[in-house]
């Protein structure tokens, strides 16, 4: 089984829709992340949570929100989703060794 | 401002050739240095990293170099194999940014028979 796992896959959706990506791990790791990632450009931090009583901001958090609800789980929201949120969305997280970030399979969103 | 970036978007191969990948950053104050794979459809997943006084480091059939004085990385690859075709990835992490990654744009390794 998978040691990070993203729901859904795939998204498509319509401007304007609000949208909830979840994460899961099974690593017991306290940190965790959300990227994005635009074709032909590397991943670019959204929001980071150390544990569950600590979110961070990343370079590109307008426009998202996220919810840690336990250690395990770390929710990305876009409330009113827009056609340049359109892009693939990846979850991690991370030990004491934080530079080491293990990856979900990763979000396909579609905002039409 | 401070970024991670790559010098070549694609490179191609013949399988068992040694591959090299380079990588120039611009933050000096970065920590560590970190090579990920991406495949296909999958998230990235962590190669070798190398600490920031260091200068090489070697794993299984890779080998990172850091060159401070130039700024530059690159990720050798030995004897290539097919399995190897995939996007790889530089990022830096400063220790005083908490566990944050900077991400370069990713070089695409094309492996031929």
């Known amino acids: 089984d998978a040691d990070v796992t993203q729901t859904p896959r795939n998204r498509i959706t319509k401007t304007g829709k609000r949208i909830m990506l979840e994460c899961s791990q099974t690593?017991?790791?306290?940190?965790m992340y959300w990227y994005r990632q635009d074709p032909g450009l590397g991943l670019r931090l959204i929001y980071y949570s150390f544990d569950v009583k600590d979110i961070n901001k990343g370079e590109i958090s307008d426009g998202y929100s996220v919810s840690r609800q336990a250690q395990a789980k770390f929710s990305l929201s876009l409330e009113s989703a827009i056609p340049n949120q359109t892009a693939l969305y990846f979850c991690?997280?991370?030990?004491?060794?934080?530079?080491?970030?293990?990856f979900g399979p990763g979000t396909r969103l579609t905002v039409l | 401002g401070e970024s991670v970036g790559l010098h070549l978007p694609t490179l191609s191969v013949q399988e068992g050739d040694n591959s090299i990948i380079n990588c120039a950053y611009s933050n000096s104050a970065s920590d560590y240095f970190i090579w990920y794979k991406q495949e296909s459809g999958k998230g990235p997943q962590f190669i070798i990293d190398?600490?920031?006084?260091?200068d090489k480091r070697q794993g299984q059939r890779v080998t990172v170099l850091l060159n401070k004085t130039v700024k530059h990385l690159s990720l050798q690859i030995a004897a290539t194999q097919p399995g190897d075709s995939a996007v790889y990835f530089c990022?830096?992490?400063?220790?005083?940014?908490?566990?944050?990654?900077?991400f370069g744009e990713g070089t695409q390794l094309t492996v031929n028979p």
């Open positions: 991690a997280t991370a030990g004491a060794a934080a530079y080491t970030q293990y």
């Open positions: 190398i600490r920031s006084n260091m």
């Open positions: 990022a830096e992490n400063k220790a005083t940014s908490g566990s944050r990654l900077t």
């Open positions: 690593k017991g790791h306290d940190r």
